[in-house]
């Protein structure tokens, strides 16, 4: 079964300043989807970034992006520029490209960022 | 385009009864998956529905069950509820069932048994 594990209960980072929250996965498996999720007080989770298994290239998404070290199975988010807003809980997740039982989406235990301004 | 919703969004109910969430997926999404999320446990995957078909299901005992129906819309049911259902039990829904397509989630259902 594969496992997701945030090391980084909690971090802080100053406002305008970059973080990176570290996530490792075990798995099998040759192709797959990682994820980051952000879940902000207001409860409502949200999709921040993903990568597929098969591409080198780190995927970007404005102010997000990822360190995929898929030998070293890490997949940390870096947040360049932080905001007030970006204050959540950040949950890293895992999802198999192959069928059956393996589409559930396994996610490690979070981590709680505070952006001090 | 609307998305996904969860009712109702608190529910208060005594141990021994039994309960029934609602969630309403993203308009043209087929998909939906069910999510328990705990201080303790943290987010663990309950089951998925396809086509009105349950595809995937979580460790969960027979207590927890599910349904979708023809307009994808799903309804999980918890029953002879314990202290220990006390959750988020969030909803997500996704165009297909194959790992390359994105999950979208509900607010979530806070759910307190007393």
């Known amino acids: 079964a594969q496992t997701v594990t945030q090391s980084q209960p909690e971090m802080s980072v100053q406002e305008a300043e970059t973080v990176t929250l570290s996530c490792t996965y075990d798995?099998?498996?040759?192709?797959?989807?990682l994820f980051w999720y952000k879940q902000p007080p207001s409860r409502q989770m949200i999709l921040v970034i993903r990568?597929?298994?098969?591409?080198?290239q780190n995927a970007t998404e404005n102010r997000f992006s990822v360190n995929f070290q898929k030998a070293a199975k890490s997949f940390s988010l870096k947040i360049s520029d932080s905001q007030l807003g970006d204050a959540a809980m950040y949950f890293c997740?895992?999802?198999?490209?192959?069928?059956?039982?393996?589409?559930?989406?396994?996610f490690g235990k979070g981590t709680l960022l505070t952006v001090n301004p | 385009k609307a998305g996904v919703t969860q009712t109702p969004r608190y529910l208060i109910k005594t141990r021994g009864q039994q309960v029934t969430l609602s969630c309403s997926p993203i308009?043209?999404?087929?998909?939906v998956s069910w999510y328990q999320q705990t201080p303790g446990q943290g987010l663990q995957f309950l089951f998925e529905?396809?086509?009105?078909?349950?595809?995937n299901k979580g460790n969960f005992p027979g207590r927890f069950s599910g349904r979708q129906f023809s307009n994808s819309r799903s309804e999980m049911n918890v029953s002879t509820l314990e202290l220990g259902d006390s959750a988020l039990y969030l909803c997500?829904?996704?165009?297909?069932?194959?790992?390359?397509?994105?999950?979208?989630f509900g607010p979530g259902t806070r759910l307190t048994v007393t």
């Open positions: 997500a829904s996704s165009l297909g069932l194959a790992g390359k397509y994105e999950q979208y």
């Open positions: 798995t099998s498996e040759s192709d797959y989807y």
């Open positions: 990568q597929e298994a098969y591409k080198q």
């Open positions: 997740a895992y999802r198999s490209s192959r069928g059956g039982s393996n589409y559930k989406l396994t």
């Open positions: 308009s043209g999404h087929r998909s």
């Open positions: 529905y396809f086509s009105e078909t349950q595809r």
